[in-house]
């Protein structure tokens, strides 16, 4: 069974920084595109960035682009978001989120398997 | 960017009926990358459809999708008691971006 643990969240101030880390297990991990998914309280999904199977093609949202970095490590089976420069907006749950099978060369796909999330919040 | 308007906001049902969910895209979905997830409260998003109209291992046959270009929708033939849930579509057929819908809540009539 394929899980992913998100790990990573918290509290901080506005302008502040935090680094989001996903442990990815039961697959092969650099045979998929990786991505990351929040949603504000109440709020919908919205797909913050993603990244192919060895991490050479990104993609981000309008919202977050310049002020997050997605990145992996395949040895490791993991996924990371750092986010820098965060807004109150950007409080959210986070989702590490896995690509559907075809989906190495892409940062972009449709999501097959699903974290929990780690909730991220942004206030002075 | 493709946005993707979902439609009914809120859909009032009784167990055993047939479920509709519309999904339009502001401009046409490349190789109907179109995909439909259900989310329960409390829970992560699960996926249900994929290429607008194949179904994600696991998912009941009383779940369907159709549709092309820029109109797509979700059928629940016959609604059971645990598929009062949101329901979003989302698009991945035009980079550089991923969208979902707003999403749609289907609640007990």
């Known amino acids: 069974e394929v899980q992913l643990v998100e790990s990573g969240g918290g509290a901080v101030r506005p302008g502040g920084s935090l680094r989001l880390s996903c442990a990815a297990s039961?697959?092969?991990?650099?045979?998929?595109?990786m991505s990351w998914v929040r949603q504000a309280p109440g709020k919908g999904l919205e797909w913050v960035a993603g990244?192919?199977?060895?991490?050479?093609?990104?993609g981000y949202a309008d919202s977050v682009k310049g002020r997050f970095i997605i990145s992996r490590d395949n040895a490791k089976n993991s996924l990371y978001l750092q986010m820098d420069s965060l807004r109150a907006e950007d409080t959210a749950l986070y989702h590490c989120?896995?690509?559907?099978?075809?989906?190495?060369?892409?940062?972009?796909?449709?999501?097959?398997?699903w974290g929990k999330g780690t909730t991220v919040t942004v206030s002075s | 960017e493709i946005v993707l308007t979902q439609s009914p906001g809120t859909l009032s049902l009784s167990p055993g009926e047939r479920a509709t969910f519309s999904c339009r895209a502001s401009?046409?979905?490349?190789?109907?990358?179109l995909a439909w997830y259900q989310q329960r409260p409390g829970q992560a998003p699960r996926l249900l459809i994929y290429?607008?109209?194949t179904r994600a291992t696991g998912i009941p046959d009383r779940f369907s999708g159709s549709g092309s270009g820029t109109v797509f929708t979700l059928t629940i033939s016959r609604l059971e008691p645990e598929d009062f849930a949101v329901y979003y579509c989302?698009?991945?057929?035009?980079?550089?971006?991923?969208?979902f819908g707003q999403g749609t809540r289907l609640e007990i009539k």
């Open positions: 989120a896995k690509y559907g099978s075809g989906s190495f060369l892409y940062f972009y796909y449709y999501i097959d398997v």
């Open positions: 039961g697959l092969n991990f650099d045979d998929y595109g």
């Open positions: 990244i192919n199977w060895n991490g050479d093609s990104t």
């Open positions: 401009q046409r979905v490349g190789s109907s990358y």
């Open positions: 290429g607008a109209s």
């Open positions: 989302q698009q991945y057929g035009s980079s550089p971006s991923i969208t």
